[in-house]
């Protein structure tokens, strides 16, 4: 069996501070960042997956989750084959944030493979504001294809949304 390449280019949204950054630099670099500064319209890391026969080199586009950077973040969607789509489950503004996120990752493409993912799955459960039903409507509502709580502070669960998003595809667009 031949090894092929691809290159993926993966777009991530969500509001600021929700966590996106911190996640990608544990995800690819393998360091929690204490002190992470505002995105500040795009960021941009890389990591390779293998999955069956396929070696991905992930193009990961960090959008700035602040209000003032969203006109910009339309030129930065095209060519996208998926997106992750960010919440914090200790704030419930981002969550209802979800249903934007989802209306700008898709706004070149409507049927845009999605994944969901809620940050600070460390802390106490009295300091979680959204609840598991919710999650699993606003997943539903929106056709995503998963869901998962990481914790980029402990690195629980860090590489699944990335390898379930990547297995998505492969089984969906490359057997």
């Not at 690819?28 to 941009?44: A, Y």
């Not at 700035?64 to 789509?85: E, M, N, P, S, W």
């Not at 049927?111 to 539903?140: C, F, H, R, W």
């Not at 590489?159 to 492969?170: S, T």
Request: glycine share 10%.
């Amino acid at each position: 069996m031949r090894t092929r390449n691809a290159v993926l280019k993966i777009i991530i949204g969500g509001d600021g501070g929700v966590g996106k950054t911190t996640y990608l630099y544990k995800l690819c670099q393998g360091k929690f960042l204490t002190d992470t500064k505002m995105t500040v319209g795009v960021g941009f890391l890389t990591k390779n997956v293998k999955y069956g026969d396929t070696n991905y080199n992930l193009a990961l586009w960090d959008f700035g989750g602040q209000d003032q950077f969203r006109f910009i973040l339309t030129t930065y969607v095209k060519g996208a084959h998926a997106g992750l789509v960010f919440f914090s489950l200790d704030r419930a503004t981002s969550f209802m944030s979800i249903d934007e996120w989802v209306e700008l990752l898709r706004s070149e493409k409507p049927d845009l493979p999605l994944y969901l993912v809620g940050t600070k799955a460390d802390l106490e459960d009295e300091d979680l504001q959204i609840s598991g039903k919710e999650i699993l409507e606003k997943m539903n509502e929106h056709d995503m294809i998963g869901y998962t709580r990481t914790s980029s502070k402990t690195g629980n669960r860090i590489d699944e949304p990335i390898n379930k998003l990547v297995m998505y595809y492969h089984d969906t667009f490359m057997s």
